[in-house]
């Protein structure tokens, strides 16, 4: 079962990601982050992150749709999570096309303001960064590495502990998340 933690994190994604805020993520959802996400950032580089994002819903699909309907409720999602523990393998390569989408320009590390332009395009709405960069940032060198940023993956999707970085992967988490 997963835990509060787990429940509040996931919750947090869903909602950032359910554009139409009807309860479910659809392939409408993907398409309309991944609009915002090459708005924000310009269009260099949209074809490869509109295949790393629709490549991420069919995943998601695939994993959650549990009755076929073509959408994806936070249950369903739940249901998996509870599971990702024993799939770090599969948690770990999603981590690898997130990180090349975030990474702009291809340069092997992702820099505060690459990842304030992920979170904005995930939330929708310009969200202060700094703090979860911050702790993001282990090595303290000014950037997110791509083992950095894999172990934060992980640690988010399979991770049940409040003070580890990952946990702050998509913002802070606060308690209402």
């Known amino acids: 079962m997963t835990s509060d933690l787990q429940q509040r994190k996931t919750a947090l994604v869903f909602t ?5 805020n009807d309860g479910y993520l659809e392939r409408a959802d993907f398409e309309a982050l991944t609009d915002r996400w090459t ?10 992150l509109r ?6 819903w069919d995943a998601l699909r695939a994993m959650c749709d549990a009755d076929g309907d073509q959408r994806v409720t936070l249950a369903e999602v739940w249901s998996v999570v509870d599971n990702l523990g024993s799939m770090l393998d599969r948690v770990a390569a999603t981590a690898d096309s997130m990180f090349e989408a975030v990474d702009e320009d291809g340069d092997g590390r992702v820099t505060a303001a690459e990842y304030a332009r992920m979170i904005r ?21 000014g950037f ?7 172990a934060h993956w992980v640690e988010f999707w399979a991770g049940d502990d409040e003070d580890a970085p990952g946990t702050h992967l998509f913002g802070e988490l606060g308690v209402d998340a």
């Open 121 to 141: 395009a995930w939330t929708g709405r310009a969200t202060p960064t700094d703090a979860a960069f911050a702790r993001l940032d282990t090595d303290g060198d």
């Open 51 to 56: 295949e790393i994002m629709m490549g991420w």
């Open 39 to 48: 708005t924000i950032r310009g269009q260099a580089g949209s074809a490869r």
């Open 144 to 150: 997110v590495s791509r083992s950095e940023f894999t």
């Open 16 to 20: 950032a990601m359910d554009a139409d």
